[in-house]
Structures are given as structure tokens and as C-alpha cells.
């Protein structure tokens, strides 16, 4: 994959200020609509290739993990290990963790269709979350899939909801974007019976996508657990290349 927004590359060197700067840059840039060339089915189906895209640590280093499927199929992976630049700053996770993502994504020899992150697409602060950065960087549509909710207002309450619901996450006054608007869903991915609540998702749109679509593709993506397949294949590539190290 080619970097196409270099202006954008993550550099945990620049102050505070002027990340956050550059984030507000890669908000106008971004493309919170559907402009992909692919339906949803066609993630299930192998018609659409889709990279899930995750991370471990160790000591002072990001390892950062890809893994490519065509529907069920494995036909990639990707890795690289890089200092972590700057310590962890809410809202900032780009800058702290993006050098590996963009290593490893430059190693890739075919360009997904769609980039899954373990992270936040819209749902940020400056509506610029690691699914956004990287997606811009790359032209790329991208969704982020968090396990917590950064910012925004959930529209009615998210407990105990039934597998397959999901939940508009409206824009508060800690965001960049218009009081309620609607920047995300929390989408209840799995629910067992006769088990404790499962917690949902918060999954936004990072590029290229709307933010119903952006969970119509994560339902797409299927699994058998909480987390969609693409980053959990990712998520356990990269444990396994920090039990290596």
C-alpha cells in the first residue's frame, strides 16, 4: 500500500498543539459518507478484501499487525515493530501508535477494500481517531471498532441490549462536531444467553463511509465473539509476533 496524504504521516515530534492542528485538517479532509465501490455483502462473500488492523506492546515498542481476508480466506499478513514516540494522550493515539500501523500497511502487496481498526473512527474529539488518520493517509475507507466510548453521547440507554441492536452516539460539547449529530452506533455484536451482559462496540466511520454503513460492514464481517473477525485475527497475529520478540 502507498501512503497518499504524507502531510498527515504521524510524528509523535510536533507539540500538542500542532497535532491536534493536523487532526482538525484531517477531519475536512475525510469523507464521512459512502463512497465505496463495494455493498456489504460482498465482505461476507470474498467480493471485497478487508484488513483488520491491531496492536500489542513491549517495553517501549509498538508491534502493529495486519491481517487481509477475503471472506473466510487468509491472504495476508503484515507486520512492523517501531518505538512508541510519545506516552499515551486521549485523543492522540495516532501520533503514539501510527508509525507501526504505517509501516506494516506499506508492506502490503494488495489494497484492501476496507481497513478495520481496533479504535475510533469519528467518535473523537476532533472527529480524527486513529480509523480516520490512517484511512486519510491511505484513501482508504475505514471503520473504527472501540471497546469504549472516547466522547458522545450514547441516544438512549446501551445496557443489556439484545444481539444485533445498535444505538446512535450523538456529538457532545467535548466534540468538534454539531450537538447531536449523530457520529457513531454502540452495536451490541454478541449476547449469550444465560451469561453476563456483554458490553457493546462503539464503531464509527473513519473514511469514506456513513456511520450506518460503517456498522453494516463490521455486522458483515462476522465472527463467532464480541470483536469482528478481521481485528481479532489481528489482535491474536500480534500477540503472537510480541511472544516471538
Sequence with gaps: MEVLEERFLPDGSLSHEEMEAMQHDIAETAVFADA??????DISSGGAIVAGVDQAFLDDRAVSAVVVLRGDEVIARASAVTPLSIPYIPGLLAF??????VAALETLDVTPDLLVFDGSG???FREAGIATHIGVLFDVPAVGVAKSLLCGTPRE?????????????EADDLMTSPNGEVVGYAHQSRQYPNSMKI?????SAGHQ????TAVDCVEACGGEYK???PT???DAYADELKTDL
Excluded: K, Q, W
Excluded at 465505496?36 to 455483502?41: A, S, W
Excluded at 463511509?209 to 450506518?212: I, K, T
Design 209 to 212: 463511509l456513513s456511520s450506518a
Design 122 to 124: 469519528r467518535i473523537h
Design 36 to 41: 465505496v465501490e463495494f455493498d456489504t455483502e
Design 96 to 101: 503514539r501508535e501510527g508509525e507501526p500501523i
Design 232 to 234: 481479532r485475527l489481528a
Design 199 to 203: 458490553n457493546p462496540l462503539y464503531v
Design 157 to 169: 440507554s446501551v445496557d443489556a441490549l439484545a444481539e444485533g441492536e445498535r444505538v446512535a452516539i
Design 227 to 229: 470483536l469482528p473477525r
